[in-house]
């Protein structure tokens, strides 16, 4: 179990206990964090699920592979250095207190 | 709260599938099941009896939820023929459950994301082009179907796997034999046997010369992880990708100008702003037909409870895609076509970690098809009543055995 914390555009954030092995944009979406759309559901197919992690993030996070770094070039809000697609951010106990910020759009 | 254990059907009870009232109504029995939302069916040819789920958000749900499965291998997997056993090992990742799906998908979705997809436009645009050109030069009154819907598909998915064009034929037969439904368990079987030997021998040819293609980027991938594969896992992927990538898109193409021409009010908003009504209409089109309504089989790793009811440890699951697109709520009038509510909140494409990896390529051919046939030959229209049309019933991913048309020479 980690505590993920989601952040909006607005500032208002949202601390949700996550289980291990779901993504964070299945914690997301099980606890009704507005802004993360995941139209595929998690396939790595549709890129809606878009997250820019906290600049001051320490924690060590999945590898980014090569079709995440492809649909990364094609999110609706701009792709920045912190940008990664939350459903293929597997959640543990190592990324307990990770931070994301929800962008403006997904779609 | 009920429980399923899985019994075999009484042979006074209608098995599954049901038949569609039209191409574009999903069967009467849907009715009571959707009112459920959780049920139970018998299936045809394996007398299994499986759960139904029909609630759009039920869908989603089951499809994300970690218990449930889609492995082939559980005994009560819910194949509605009997399956030949290479169904059940010989799938790739659309039978595989994560690690080892992410593992083997990820082989094959470099090429299908939406950016590499968009590349191919110019020549998907030549390849639609040139189809009309031979449509043109057939008829009229031609098959729509066979001289257009299936090439068009078969052409772009040969291109990006690397297999020749003279081979088209070849997979064009194979594919309708193991997904069209009026094939025998030995003609399944034989057409995998085929298939795997013709892919068999592809591999060898670009193992030694490598080319801009999937297959070929898939055996350096391979290479660049350190796993090791098989050429048992490279022609599974072919034959996945194959059969995916011709015959879904190709009863979409049929289905979807048949539901156009048969809605001349819509098809006329689609052709007054064709740039600003595609986008939706690909969609709503995918929502109104869902050609893979009986596509999408699991299996529950543990007992699940939901929507009032428990899906037992074992028990085979389908989510039917075209009653979930008809949820009301999510879709009002959802019998009604109406293009331009169309977006990507259909389950047309299935949803979750198994979510189609072609559904960009799809929606691009669509949209350059749809842009540009109707303007090419506008007089085009069927040359017989649509409801005197052969579908698919019954087929793993419905569809019309022909389509044909006719146009003002």
Redo the contacts between chains.
């Keep these: 179990m980690a505590k993920i914390t989601y952040i909006q555009t607005d500032g208002t954030s949202t601390i949700v206990d996550v289980k291990d092995g779901d993504s964070v944009m299945r914690g997301a979406k099980l606890n009704g964090v507005p802004g993360i759309v995941a139209e595929c559901g998690g396939g790595a197919s549709c890129g809606t699920c878009h997250v820019y992690v906290d600049k001051d993030n320490t924690r060590p996070l999945s590898t980014m592979h090569a079709v995440e770094d492809e649909l990364l070039y094609c999110t609706a809000s701009p792709r920045l250095d912190n940008s990664r697609l939350s459903c293929q951010i597997p959640v543990s106990d190592d990324v307990d207190g990770l931070v994301v910020h929800v962008p403006e759009k997904q779609i | 709260m009920t429980t399923g254990a899985a019994v075999p059907g009484t042979e006074a009870e209608e098995t599954f599938p049901y038949k569609r009232q039209c191409p574009f109504t999903p069967p009467k029995q849907y009715e009571g099941m959707i009112e459920e939302d959780v049920s139970q069916v018998t299936l045809t040819g394996s007398g299994l009896r499986i759960w139904t789920i029909t609630g759009y958000h039920t869908i989603?749900t089951i499809?994300?939820d970690?218990r449930i499965s889609a492995s082939r291998k559980h005994d009560n997997f819910p194949f509605y023929f009997i399956a030949p056993p290479e169904f059940r090992t010989e799938t790739s990742f659309i039978g595989y459950d994560a690690p080892e799906h992410t593992a083997t998908?990820?082989k094959a979705?470099?090429t299908?994301?939406?950016?590499?997809v968009k590349r191919l436009r110019p020549r998907i645009v030549e390849i639609v082009n040139n189809q009309i050109d031979k449509l043109l030069e057939m008829g009229p009154v031609v098959d729509f179907h066979h001289a257009f819907s299936l090439p068009v598909p078969m052409t772009v998915i040969c291109e990006l796997l690397g297999i020749p064009h003279d081979e088209h034929e070849f997979f064009i037969k194979h594919g309708t034999c193991l997904l069209g439904g009026h094939s025998t368990p030995e003609e399944r079987q034989a057409a995998i046997v085929e298939v795997n030997a013709y892919v068999n021998d592809l591999i060898t040819i670009k193992e030694r010369e490598p080319g801009d293609d999937l297959l070929s980027r898939a055996m350096a991938e391979y290479a660049a992880s350190g796993e090791e594969y098989t050429k048992r896992d490279l022609f599974n992927m072919i034959r996945l990708l194959m059969n995916g990538g011709h015959e879904t898109t190709a009863s979409m193409l049929s289905l979807g100008t048949a539901c156009l021409l048969e809605n001349p009010d819509q098809l006329k908003l689609l052709l007054d702003d064709p740039e600003g009504m595609i986008d939706p209409a690909v969609e709503e089109l995918v929502r109104i037909a869902t050609i893979g309504d009986t596509a999408i089989p699991r299996v529950a790793l543990e007992d699940i409870e939901i929507a009032g009811k428990v899906i037992r440890k074992g028990d085979g699951i389908l989510c039917l895609g075209l009653a979930g697109n008809r949820d009301p709520e999510i879709f009002p009038e959802p019998e009604k076509l109406i293009l331009e509510r169309g977006t990507?909140?259909h389950l047309g494409?299935?949803?979750?970690?198994?979510?189609?990896?072609g559904?960009?390529l799809a929606r691009l051919e669509m949209q350059i098809v749809w842009t540009t046939l109707f303007q090419r030959i506008p007089s085009l229209r069927l040359a017989k009543p649509f409801d005197e049309i052969p579908r698919k019933e019954g087929a793993v991913i419905y569809g019309l055995w022909e389509l044909p048309v006719t146009w003002d020479a």
Excluded: E, M, S, W
């Design positions: 989603r499809l994300t970690p998908r990820r979705a470099v299908f994301t939406n950016r590499q990507r909140k494409f299935g949803y979750g970690l198994h979510h189609c990896i559904a960009d």
